[in-house]
């Protein structure tokens, strides 16, 4: 179904037209919310690429190597064995699919078996009933809740916050 491997430069034109759509932005990143030019996201996508801190990939379609998004673990401690999942899948065409529990499995042994992390985490939009049932599927269970954490369309609403342990996976 898809493979996972490492950004390039190139692919930053794929984020373009991604980050414009308020649809496939509306549960990711804060930071999306307020890109406006190539040239800002061209930044932040040469920060992706650079950051040590992070396991940042690729996803594409299995076949024809096609470019759906992103995923990876932010803020990877060592010391604590311990990282923050995320997902961006901009291809509206592969949603509701089952390519977003695919990814997060596929991350999960790569953060277990190859970062030999202990724990990792995510936080999720309450409303992104997909994202939450993918994350459910894939071994995370959620742990707790921020209230009101995140304003989108002029509404708050709150995030979860999911883990999976290693030995519960």
Known sequence: MITLAPLRPEHVGHFYRWIR????IEYSLSAFQTMTTEAQ????????????????LGVFRQGTNELLGYAGISGISRLNQSGE???????????????????????????????????????????????????EKAGFRVEGRLREACLRNGQFHDKLIMSVLKAEW
């Open 85 to 135: 999942y995320f997902i961006f899948l901009g291809e509206r065409a592969c949603w509701g699919q089952g390519v977003g529990t695919e990814v997060t499995k596929q991350v999960l042994v790569l953060g277990f078996t190859q970062l030999h992390l202990n724990r990792i985490m995510l936080t999720v939009s309450e409303p992104n009933v997909g994202g939450v049932r993918a994350y």
């Open 21 to 24: 759509d308020p649809e496939v």
């Open 41 to 56: 996201i061209d930044d932040w996508f040469a920060r992706t690429l650079r950051d040590d801190s992070s396991l940042n």
